[in-house]
């Protein structure tokens, strides 16, 4: 009997021994390189029973344990072809599977807005993707342009380095580095969401999302009402690349170029992109130059390392040099000499080719995925960030020298978060923690002329006949007294006249250096097949500290029309300030999910959403703190993918309250960021992507939005702006447009012609603000509302792997606003912006 036994035990021994599994990885991408996430994966015996099966995640990978044998190997995904071919697998083995796309339907939306690659329709959150193929259709070349066709979302782009980002009413534009956005915006899962940092040019990226909502549990102490994140294109075992050239009016250039190869087989890939786009400004500049041109080179270095079928590393370097023509803040009071007051028409702006804007970004990421177990997996996004930018423009607008400011920024982050999931079939967990760290010095200098100063001041009119007013100069403009009640200043002591300095330059810094350390835990459980309910939760500590220094001007600097020659702040500081504090704050939701089919969910949502604590100097240079902002947010959502995967359609409900809202209000010639009570919103968004025919599909968005601030703050007294409505937010906005395709045996073609349109909005949260110009016509700080047409089509030819493309945004050249007011406006001289011009051009695609 125990020889049996012993000889029982070594057959079963010796049979495991040589029937060890293996494994079979790999990608699943599509023919355009897009990572196809959530791919179906299935190895089943040859006569169809089932073996194994998995899901591509967020990086389009999968990964199977089967024992050796010959299988059928099946892929599949909504949108494309199954691939579908037999596989002998004796040791573990790499694949890389391209799926072909499927126009008789519509491609699924998958999305990593919950840490983890879901279809778009398990998601219990109002999250809008942008893919690749879209981007490029469209030629979006900008978040400006991308936003059009998110509903809830604006962005503005006055000029590059300072863009601002608006989603469901809530505006984060503020410049300051001591001042946290309210949106947050990732690149591969770092955070760049600081002002001066939140620009990225698009090339070879395979997807952009944007959740809406307040999701800090998710996206940290910035996505106070939303979060964007760029996904950009990973290296793949394929080797190839493309090269695209194009031209455009308004001297446009642009060039990319991509290149993918395997460096170690099965192990080691690595990608390189470049882009160079250059245009002319669309507004002149009649004192030389132009201005709301682009000129911007990037780059990046991308490698993926998979050392085990348990481990994936990424590795990402960007570097991007931004050297802009300056911001067209055109005077809306003060008309060019022989020119119009229409934002859109040649400007006059003092310092002409001089107005610039600039920024050198270098970043660095790694990320890392290790599948601990079958269900656990450790994820591991380090980041590094470090820029040096700034801007001339010309505040006023004029050629009078008033408001010529002159600025430059260095700012460098670095981040760390560490995050386990854990997934069956009923529950999904994220939880983890990071840490931010962040510093940055801004410095600035003002340079104006006392003579334009009196002339503002005294009410006696900057410009006359769009030249600077010198009129009430003594004896001449170029030696000009300082005027008093009973006429020119003497000197006591010298008995002569006190001149007024043509050359004032004042100077003035503020920094940062902020830190933060954040816990935080995602749950969501299956309670039958169609019920769900989730919880998040995230505790956040930060040190904050903010600097200020206002130096005493030297004498051929200073201002005679101050005591202390500053005319701004006109407190000086001996050296510099700094004032600093602790805080701590805690975040939640809550969802709910039912959906009763694979095609069809309800969601619910509840969360909350913050901006940090701010430390400030008042005009005094004394320090105070403003509380930090609050959101409460209520969600309800459907989302719908039916007719045999030819109808996707998406739509929420939302009402939120925000106390303690923080917004700019206008102190002498500054803007001081003050706390301004409390404010609530409604609103209702909807996308809808339908294949109607063969050859023939339609997309459409469309946003409502009703946003103002309250009568009354949390305490019942009466606040500023009540009943205005939020700036930059239209009742109305939205896209509708059509894609027709045509399949022949040698050849594809495209055609996109698509319109967007805004209401009318606001550019000040005090809408009732009114001026009048030098024609006696009074304005408010509006746009009236405006619809773009937009045309873009593409040939490609299938053998040579060429594409040419054609592309026509703002097609009938419309012009309109994109922003009014601004710091101009604080001094009664308003500026206006005024948005893209009509932009036509072609591109040609090399694929090889």
């Given at each position: ?259 993918n190869a395997p460096l170690i087989e099965d192990k080691l890939f690595g990608r390189a992109s470049i882009v160079y786009n250059q245009r002319d400004g669309y507004v002149e500049n009649l004192a030389g130059g132009d201005l709301q041109g682009k000129n911007t080179f990037a780059a990046r270095l991308s490698y993926r390392y ?431 447009g059509l894609r027709f395709f045509a399949d022949f045996e040698k050849a594809q073609f495209v055609l996109n012609p698509n319109v967007t349109f805004k209401s009318q909005h606001y550019f000040d949260d005090n809408n009732a603000r009114m001026f009048m110009n030098e024609l006696g016509q009074t304005f408010a700080l509006e ?66």
């Amino acid at each position: 009997m125990k020889t049996l036994l012993s000889l029982a035990l070594y057959f079963v021994l010796a049979t495991t021994a040589f029937a060890q599994s293996v494994s079979l990885s790999g990608r699943i991408l599509s023919e355009s390189d897009e990572s196809l996430i959530g791919a179906t994966v299935l190895l089943e015996t040859p006569s169809g029973e089932f073996v194994a099966g998995a899901s591509a995640d967020q990086n389009g990978l999968f990964r199977l344990s089967v024992n050796p044998g010959t299988y059928q190997l099946t892929v599949s995904y909504v949108g494309y072809e199954t691939y579908d071919e037999s596989i002998r697998l004796d040791a573990d083995q790499t694949v890389t599977i391209i799926l072909e796309e499927n126009d008789l339907v519509l491609r699924e939306v998958v999305v990593t807005t919950q840490k983890r690659a879901q279809s778009n329709i398990d998601v219990p959150v109002a999250v809008s993707n942008v893919s690749a193929e879209f981007i490029s259709e469209a030629n979006l070349e900008s978040f400006a342009s991308l936003s059009d066709y998110v509903p809830g979302v604006q962005v503005q782009e006055q000029v590059v380095i300072l863009p601002s980002y608006v989603i469901r009413g809530i505006t984060s534009d503020d410049g300051s580095l001591a001042v946290e956005n309210r949106v947050s915006v990732f690149q591969d899962n770092i955070s760049i969401s600081k002002a001066i940092s939140a620009y990225v040019e698009f090339f070879d990226i395979d997807r952009v999302e944007v959740v809406k909502g307040p999701h800090g549990t998710l996206f940290g102490r910035a996505a106070q009402i939303g979060a964007i994140q760029i996904v950009t294109k990973k290296p793949t075992a394929r080797t190839g690349g493309n090269v695209t050239l194009g031209l455009g009016n308004y001297g446009q250039e642009y060039v990319q170029a991509t290149f993918n190869a395997p460096l170690i087989e099965d192990k080691l890939f690595g990608r390189a992109s470049i882009v160079y786009n250059q245009r002319d400004g669309y507004v002149e500049n009649l004192a030389g130059g132009d201005l709301q041109g682009k000129n911007t080179f990037a780059a990046r270095l991308s490698y993926r390392y998979i050392p085990t079928d348990k481990v994936v590393a990424d590795l990402i370097l960007n570097y991007q040099k931004d050297d802009t023509p300056g911001t067209s803040f055109k005077s809306g009071v003060h008309a060019p000499t022989g020119g119009t007051l229409d934002a859109s028409d040649p400007a006059a702006m003092e310092s002409g080719e001089d107005l610039r804007a600039f920024r050198d970004v270098f970043g660095l990421t790694l990320n890392v995925t290790a599948d601990l177990t079958e269900n656990v997996s450790l994820t591991s996004n380090t980041g590094f960030r470090q820029l040096t930018g700034g801007e001339v423009f010309d505040a006023d607008g004029t050629l009078a020298k008033l408001l010529l400011i002159g600025g430059s920024s260095e700012y460098s982050q670095f981040s760390q978060e560490l995050r386990f999931n854990y997934t069956t079939n009923r529950v999904s967990i994220a939880a983890g923690a990071s840490y931010f760290t962040d510093q940055g010095e801004s410095s600035y200098t003002l340079f104006t002329d006392d003579r334009s100063f009196f002339a503002l001041s005294a009410g006696l009119g900057v410009v006359t006949g769009g030249q600077p007013n010198y009129s009430f100069c003594f004896p001449s403009p170029e030696q000009c007294a300082l005027l008093g009640p009973a006429g020119p200043v003497v000197n006591p002591v010298t008995g002569a006249f006190i001149f007024m300095n043509s050359a004032v330059e004042e100077n003035f810094t503020d920094g940062a250096d902020n830190s933060s350390f954040d816990l935080f835990a995602d749950i969501e459980i299956d309670l039958t097949d169609y019920l769900s309910l989730g919880a998040g939760y995230r505790q956040t500590w930060e040190s904050l500290q903010t600097m200020y220094y206002r130096p005493l001007p030297q004498a051929k600097d200073a201002s005679v029309l101050s005591p202390t020659g500053r005319l701004i702040t006109p407190v000086p500081t001996a050296d510099r300030l700094y004032a600093s504090d602790d805080f701590n704050a805690s975040l939640y939701r809550a969802t709910l999910k039912i959906k009763p089919s694979d095609a069809f969910s309800l969601y619910g949502t509840v969360s909350t959403g913050r901006r940090p604590y701010i430390i400030q100097f008042n005009g005094q240079a004394v320090a105070e703190t403003l509380d930090d902002e609050n959101v409460l947010s209520y969600e309800a959502g459907l989302k719908a993918f039916a007719l045999d995967s030819r109808l996707e359609f998406n739509a929420s409900v939302f009402a939120y309250e925000w106390t303690n809202f923080i917004t700019d209000l206008p102190d002498g010639l500054l803007f001081e960021v003050t706390d301004a009570g409390a404010a609530s919103a409604v609103g209702f968004e909807t996308e809808l992507r339908a294949l109607i025919a063969p050859f023939m599909s339609v997309y459409g968005n469309y946003a409502y939005m009703d946003a103002t601030f309250d009568d009354e703050d949390s305490d019942g007294q009466p606040q500023a702006y009540a009943g205005n409505t939020f700036r930059l937010t239209p009742e109305h906005s939205g896209a509708v447009g059509l894609r027709f395709f045509a399949d022949f045996e040698k050849a594809q073609f495209v055609l996109n012609p698509n319109v967007t349109f805004k209401s009318q909005h606001y550019f000040d949260d005090n809408n009732a603000r009114m001026f009048m110009n030098e024609l006696g016509q009074t304005f408010a700080l509006e746009e009236d509302g405006y619809n773009l047409a937009n045309l873009t089509a593409a040939l490609t030819l299938k053998e040579s792997g060429v594409t040419f493309s054609f592309f026509a945004n703002n097609l009938f050249d419309e012009t309109y606003l994109i922003d009014a007011g601004n710091t101009g406006g604080s001094v009664g001289l308003p500026t206006l912006v005024a948005g893209p011009r009509r932009f036509v051009g072609t591109k040609v695609t090399f694929e090889f």
